[in-house]
């Protein structure tokens, strides 16, 4: 098992969740269900239908958003969310291909994180709607750390671009 924290301190992460695959919505669900092992999941976001960026030639996505309240640093969580995927079937062989279930660390603290297996705040999301649609749902002032702008900042910044997005009318 991996190390917790030290002190009794809680952590604010907050997480992208994405599938196109099998039923996209439940994949979601199991995974968030999942998440509740790694500390308290205090907010997730509506379920948004979103188009396949860079890779195009593949299935829509069902993404979402959560905020995890953890013990864990964001080293040995990152490690955790990996293992969730892995146990829900994620088989990693190439770049951005259809995914049974993908969890990312969006935001951790106000902290700044660059190492090779970690990099917070997460080096793309500023460009992703199917990343900030959702955490601008549940956390429209959650700051990036070195554009110090916050989620709802960032979305409306990206005007047209970014990938459409449709919010869907399922339960999260």
Known sequence: MTSRKK?????????????????RAAKLREAIKRLNS?????????FYETEPMEYT??????NGAV???????????VHELLSIEREMGRVRTRSKEPRIIDIDLLLFND???DEPEVQVPHPAMQQRRFVLAPLAEIA????????????????NALGQTGGAVHRLDVPA
């Open 67 to 77: 905020e995890l309240c953890t013990a864990f640093e964001a080293e040995p969580l």
């Open 57 to 62: 030639d593949q299935p829509w996505f069902v």
């Open 111 to 113: 902290e700044v994180i």
């Open 38 to 46: 790694l500390g308290i999941v205090r907010r997730i976001s509506s």
């Open 140 to 155: 429209p002032d959650a700051m990036h750390p070195r554009l110090h702008k916050t989620a709802l900042e960032l979305l």
């Open 7 to 23: 002190d009794s301190s809680e952590n604010t992460a907050y997480l992208s969740l994405g599938s196109n695959m099998n039923d």
